[in-house]
């Protein structure tokens, strides 16, 4: 059988720099740019009215569409999909039954000499300080998955407004190629005009198109998988507080949790 008590030294999650996010970005632009690079004027490809018209015009719609707090929060969030914290269900299990085991041998009242343990779980934390002080198992798990719940919401308005920005990106580049057309053909008199409008015409497309699929549509994916990953571990969390907090033998806590995570992911903790 696993050791009986909480592992030694407080829950830490390791943080990393995600390699298939800065890998897949950095190898999509870097081809794009070789790609670029093999024609005869690279810089053709800069055009500042059609920047302003697609980066502009994307997020100011966006933020239409929102708000400044949610606009704010969405680019917080964004630059976290370069970062990732290693947070495992398998090891998330294993602990919570280490804490179940520890609760039944030597009570609920032995878990608050390891609340500094795990104060680097949120969701662990408040379910063990709400066990210690006598809350109910049932109401336990309520709380916290009123708190799940509230967390996906917030995640999902951060993938709501980068898929709007997906959708958006293509509908500017849309706008600026009409304008860059009727500027054209109000200036077919004046040869030197018509170079400048063709390439708004013809960039403000080019940007929406690898704004939307290759920077936003990337992001609100990962950011989606993160919140899987993370909903995930929070619900070992949920059911183990439940358990400990209504006193139930650590082996059906095993199976309930096996019952939820997916088959590599199991735990033998008892054989």
Same mark, same amino acid.
């Given at each position: ?74 680019? !917080? ?6 970062? !990732? ?160 907090? !209504?006193?139930?033998?650590?082996? !059906? ?19």
């Amino acid at each position: 059988m696993a050791e009986a008590t909480p592992s030694s030294g407080p829950l830490r999650n390791r943080t990393t720099v995600d390699a298939a996010t800065v890998l897949g970005l950095a190898v999509g632009f870097g081809l794009l740019a070789t790609a670029i690079g093999f024609g005869s004027s690279p810089g053709s490809f800069i055009n500042i009215p059609s920047i302003l018209i697609v980066i502009g015009g994307t997020l100011a719609i966006t933020t239409a569409s929102f708000s400044l707090p949610e606009m704010g929060r969405t680019l !917080r969030v964004s630059l976290k999909t370069f970062v !990732r914290i290693n947070r495992d269900p398998t090891r998330a299990s294993f602990q919570s039954l280490q804490l179940a085991e520890l609760a039944r041998k030597q009570g609920v009242l032995a878990l608050q000499n390891v609340m500094g343990a795990v104060q680097a779980e949120p969701v662990l934390h408040k379910g063990i300080g709400m066990v210690v002080d006598g809350t109910p198992g049932e109401e336990v798990e309520a709380i916290l998955r009123r708190d799940m719940q509230a967390m996906f919401q917030r995640h999902q308005k951060s993938i709501n407004v980068l898929r709007r920005m997906a959708e958006l990106a293509p509908a500017m580049g849309l706008i600026g190629t009409l304008i860059g057309l009727v500027q054209m053909l109000g200036n077919l008199d004046d040869p030197g005009a018509i170079g400048p409008s063709m390439a708004v015409a013809l960039l403000t497309t080019f940007y929406g198109a690898v704004l939307a699929n290759m920077v936003f549509t990337p992001l609100a994916n990962k950011l989606e998988r993160n919140s899987t990953d993370e909903a995930m571990v929070n619900q070992v969390y949920v059911l183990s507080t439940g358990s400990i907090g !209504r006193q139930e033998n650590p082996r !059906r806590l095993e199976m309930l949790l096996n019952s939820i995570l997916p088959p590599e992911k199991r735990v033998n903790y008892f054989d």
